[in-house]
């Protein structure tokens, strides 16, 4: 009984790109890297915290302290508002640098052809027109087309959301020729960034790399996305307008019987200040954001990072009511 036939694939007629053309694509094309959104300077993370209604209304507040020659009311107004940037930019600044070493950690090593040698090389470096030789548990590192498959079978959910992996064959004719299809469908010679191989070996041509794969364009459509205010952001906006209507509607009140009354008006106003203040809850920022900040830490112990002290509240939430849900009976 003859033995099993030997695999014979076209990887040593295959010589792949060379070293220097390589080198060219990479500076020409930019790195095998999804798009990712220009990290912020201090500066950036600053305003977005002083522009928050209730930091407005410390600072308005503070001001008019130092307007009135009360520095040291004033100063710790300010403090506040320090204390409350101070802890925002040090939590997202940590988070920005434990998500880049996640992404540093998660990026995939592929095999390709260059010079007719098999190198493995990281995942970013891979180009357009490179050869890349796929095996049992691999990541697909670029969009690309099979040359050469031996019962191949990739998972695409991360892109369909089918959980059943789908069968790949070869492309009929120059795999430099073919148009790249859509995730989805069996029997299909297109492989895409993100993928896993479940099954098989193959060798494929990279047809995309970077936000030219079919992962890419994704994820430059999320980028456009706006990000809205929390829940959380929108009831403190609503207490600010609160505070700020009843503070205004107490300090014309106090200035005009003040003014009636004793007939000093210029008095009258400054009792209306001072009234006004009395109504701000200065120690409220503070507060809120040292239970943000722990929130976030405590999620951290979890395994789940957060950007933005707001959206700590939001996750608990999900993350609680994900845990509490009681289960169904079938």
Known sequence: M???TPDT???LELRGLSTEEAKRRLAVEGPNELPTARPRNLLQQAWTVVRQPMILLLLVAGSINFALAEPLDGAILM???VVVIGISIYQEHKTENALAALRDLSSPRALVVRDGRQLRIPGREVVR???VVLGEGDRVPADAVLAEAVNLSVDESALTGE???V?????DGPPGESTMGRPGGDA???LFSGTLVVKGRGIVLVSGTGANTELGRIGTALRSIE???TPLQREIDRLVRIIAVFGVLAAVAVAVIYGLTRGVWLEGVLAGIATAMAMLPEEFPVVLTVFLALGAWRMSRRSVLTRRRPSSRRSARRRSSASTRPERSP
């Open 188 to 190: 299909t010679p297109w």
């Open 227 to 229: 990000e809205g205010p």
């Open 167 to 171: 069968r790949k064959t070869r492309v």
């Open 2 to 4: 003859p033995g099993p």
């Open 79 to 81: 403090s506040f508002v």
């Open 163 to 165: 959980s059943v992996p």
């Open 9 to 11: 694939t076209p990887l």
């Open 129 to 131: 027109g490179d050869v």
